[in-house]
């Protein structure tokens, strides 16, 4: 497998959710493109650093991020259950007002 290769499929990931993020009113759908774009964004960098310089401190890097995206992700996925018992809201537009 080459670098191109592995650009090639982190481009594809983040593609997919792009137009999925950008696409769907669902607030679940959204994190999940995010989530896409994430992976794909992790996995350009861990390519670069494994053609270009294996060196295990970039490895350990990724896996911090992975860690932070998780938690991240987890959160978001928290505020959004909240969201929906508390107001019966699922869609982007009926949470415009969760910064009051």
């Known amino acids: ?19 999925g993020a950008l696409s769907q ?6 994190m999940m493109g995010l989530e896409l774009m ?10 670069f650093w494994w053609f270009l310089a294996p060196d295990p401190s ?3 890097l990724l896996l911090v ?5 998780t938690v991240e992700m987890a959160m978001g996925f928290a505020v959004a259950t909240h969201l929906h018992r508390v107001r019966r809201a699922d869609l982007t537009d009926l949470a415009a007002d969760l910064s009051r």
């Open 1 to 19: 497998m080459t670098l191109q290769t592995v650009l090639l499929v982190a481009a594809a990931l983040f593609s997919v959710g792009l137009y």
């Open 65 to 69: 991020i992975i860690v932070a995206m």
């Open 25 to 30: 009113q669902a607030v679940v759908m959204v």
């Open 38 to 47: 994430l992976n794909g964004l992790i996995l350009a960098a861990a390519a």
């Open 58 to 60: 970039g490895q350990v």
